[in-house]
């Protein structure tokens, strides 16, 4: 009996040691709107939130990953809610590196002078110890000026460092000598999966320091911006997500970013459940660029197209069982074009959306793409997914591409540079 009772505690010792393991949202000023829990096997370390069983308590310890950012350890009375504590540590480890930012512009006051006045607010949050702070390019678009202030209560002006309007991401930079800076953990959007703990740290309404929880709904959302192009690798949240949380983090239940809050479906411009996050890799290739240059140089194909359907068989003249991305028009003068790839020319009956000035109708002719660098690409998305997470202007890539009249060919390019828009 007594060895059966011990063999009840080892068990439940091994499983309580585990690892527990993201439109414009800017908040105007004046104005209301303008603009999983996840097991992995036991391990302990400092980049990981760890749960472990002790006599009489247990202890849930969130580690930082980077010196400045202070480790935070909770002890968990027997009994606790483990949910609420986890929670509690994540906020305590991550809300010092969230901050509030106010997009000042100068108005005509009746003496002659200009004033400084707030004309729309958002989130932020401490990239490093430089001074250095991510937030979203509407944030501080159009700014005369910029203030920043921290949970500390300190109120700093910021300048601009970098935009990028196509990836809706920017970096600002405080004086690093004025304020104790608390930069963040950055987490890895491989190990981002739909139902996930998702956490989000920000200002929704102008009201500083709120944390929302949910889930990360889902992963791998292609998420149109405001210049005409895509996020690829969007993740889906329902955490609540509001005017004022644009630019925060949204976080995993490690404290680690995964993403940055930019946008919400609503049609009521407040939240619906539906929320969209940057993925923190695209964070991670544009911020470095944004410190260094100013700006960040996208990776441009020179086409257009869309996901190749089988329905589509018989009016393209491929077969039902190809897949990949099928060329509709070429940019002239474009790498694509250069390369001696081909866009829809014929017309087709097929109706693929509706505007203002009746139906659209699929070009036919074009060339179906079925391969990048020897990667399958299955829908359009994979091609930018490709470029955004690996390539830069100047790389060269090989196309697989399949004719109905040459069967496949192979396509070599020098990628070219996404024309600004901004």
Known sequence: ??????????????????????????????????????????????????????????????????????????????????????????????????????????????????????????????????????????????????????????????????RDPDSDLAVIRVDPTLVKLTPVEQGNIDEVQVGQRAIAIGNPFGLVGSMTAGIVSAVGRSVLTGTGYNIPLSIQTDAAINPGNSGGPLLNERGQVIGVNFQIASDVRANSGVGFAIPINIVQRVAPALIKDGVYKHAFLGLSGQTYSPAWADALGYSTTDRGAYITSIRNGGPAQRAGLRGGSTNTDIVIGVGAQGPAYLPGGGDLVTAIDGRPVKTFDDLLIYLESFKSPGDTVTLKVSRPDQGEISAPLTLGERPRTQ
Request: with cysteine; charged share 10%.
């Open 1 to 162: 009996m007594r060895q059966t009772r011990y063999l009840v505690l080892v068990i439940l010792t091994l499983i309580l040691s585990v690892v527990l393991t993201s439109c414009g949202l800017a908040q105007p000023a004046v104005r209301m709107f303008a603009g999983p829990i996840s097991t992995a096997a036991a391990r302990v370390n400092q980049n990981v939130a760890v749960l472990t069983l002790e006599p009489g308590a247990q202890a849930v310890k969130i580690a930082p990953g980077q010196v400045a950012t202070p480790a935070v350890t909770i002890n968990i009375a027997a009994g606790a809610d483990q949910e609420t504590q986890i929670y509690a540590a994540v906020y305590r480890k991550v809300n010092p590196a969230v901050v509030y930012i106010e997009n000042l512009t100068r108005v005509p006051t009746s003496n002659s002078s200009n004033e400084t006045v707030p004309e729309s607010q958002g989130s932020g949050f401490v990239w490093d110890t430089a001074g250095h702070i991510i937030t979203n390019n509407h944030v501080v678009e159009g700014a005369d000026a910029l203030q920043v202030t921290f949970p500390d209560g300190v109120v700093l002006p910021a300048e601009v460092v970098g």
